[in-house]
C-alpha cells in the first residue's frame, strides 16, 4: 500500500473467505491483520443475518460496520445500531404464502432484524438453519413479528431451475430475487444488493475517501463487484463472477484466497 492510499477490503463470507469448514484459514486471518496494521479497512458484506454475522464479527475483530442480508441492512456492531435498512412491503406475506401453498417441497424462511423465522422446515432448510449457526422461532406466516427483510428459500439444486422459471413467471412487484447458492434463492426489497449496499457504505462518515476493493465468489456478489473500485474473486467462483471481476486469484477459499490479494496489495502492485 502507498502510504496515501485509503484502501477497504470488503468480501463476502462462505466461499469468498470461508471455506467448506466455514473456518477461515489462519494465514487469512494474519494477512488481514497485516492489511489493517498497514492501514487499511476490512469488513464483510454477506447474505446472513445480523445474528448470523456476530460470530465472524469477533472472530474477524472487526471494527467497521458490516453490510448484512446481502445488502438490505448495514449494521455497526460496535454502537448496536442499525445504520442503514430497508424491509420489504406488506405484500410479500401474501407472496410467500401463494409460494407455499404451490411450492410445498421448497424450505421457507423469513428473515426480521431481530429473528430468524422458519416457515416450512425441510431437510435444505435445516442445512441453512446449521450453517448460520442460530436459533431459530418455527411460525406461520400470519405469526411472524417483525419487518421483514429477506425471505429464503432452500431446496434442491436440480429442482432451482424449475424454481427459478416459476418465480419469474409470477412477475412479483416491489420485491427481487437473487441465487446466493446452488441451494439458496432469496427474495429481497426492489432494487437492494450487495452493490446498493456499497453505494450506501461509501457515504458512511469517514469512509468518502477509501478506494474499495470488493471479493466475491457467487451471482450476489455480481451487484457488489460491479460498484467496486476494483472487483477481485477467488479461483473457485463462478464464471459469471469470472467475467466481472477485474482480477482472478490463482488461490481457491480453501487456499488462502484472501492472503493472495493482501500480499499483492501490500507489495505495492499497481492495479488499483
Given amino acids: 500500500m502507498k502510504n496515501s492510499e485509503k484502501i477497504c477490503i470488503i468480501t463476502d463470507l462462505d466461499g469468498t473467505l470461508l471455506p467448506k469448514n466455514k473456518k477461515p484459514l489462519a494465514q487469512d486471518l494474519l494477512a488481514i491483520r497485516e492489511f489493517e496494521q498497514a492501514g487499511g479497512v476490512f469488513t464483510i458484506a454477506t447474505g446472513r443475518t445480523v445474528q448470523a454475522s456476530e460470530y465472524y464479527m469477533h472472530l474477524l475483530n472487526l471494527k467497521s460496520p458490516v453490510i448484512v442480508f446481502n445488502g438490505a441492512c448495514i449494521y455497526d456492531y460496535a454502537k448496536k445500531t ?115 449496499a456499497l453505494m450506501a457504505y461509501k457515504n458512511l462518515p469517514n469512509m468518502q475517501d477509501f478506494k474499495f476493493i470488493a471479493v466475491g465468489d457467487f451471482d450476489n456478489d455480481i451487484a457488489m463487484l460491479k460498484s467496486a473500485d476494483l472487483a ?33 496489495i501490500l507489495s505495492r502492485e499497481d492495479f488499483i
Fill in 232 to 264: 477481485v474473486c477467488p479461483a473457485n467462483a463462478t464464471d459469471s463472477v469470472k467475467a466481472v471481476s477485474d482480477i482472478i486469484l490463482t488461490r481457491t477459499c480453501e487456499q488462502g484466497a484472501m492472503e493472495e490479494l493482501i500480499t499483492r
Fill in 82 to 196: 442499525m445504520l442503514f435498512m430497508q424491509a420489504l412491503p406488506d405484500s410479500v406475506k401474501i407472496m410467500t404464502e401463494e409460494i407455499f401453498k404451490e411450492k410445498s417441497h421448497v424450505g421457507i424462511e423469513v428473515l426480521c432484524a431481530e429473528n430468524t423465522w422458519v416457515v416450512n422446515n425441510t431437510h435444505y432448510e435445516q442445512e441453512h438453519i446449521k450453517i448460520c449457526g442460530v436459533t431459530p422461532k418455527y411460525a406461520t406466516v400470519p405469526e411472524i413479528q417483525g419487518n421483514w427483510i429477506k425471505v429464503l428459500f432452500s431446496m434442491s439444486p436440480d429442482d432451482m431451475p424449475d424454481f427459478i422459471d416459476y418465480i419469474a413467471n409470477k412477475n412479483f412487484q416491489n420485491v427481487s430475487f437473487i441465487r446466493s447458492e446452488l441451494k439458496f434463492y432469496e427474495m429481497l426489497p426492489s432494487g437492494v444488493s450487495k452493490g446498493s
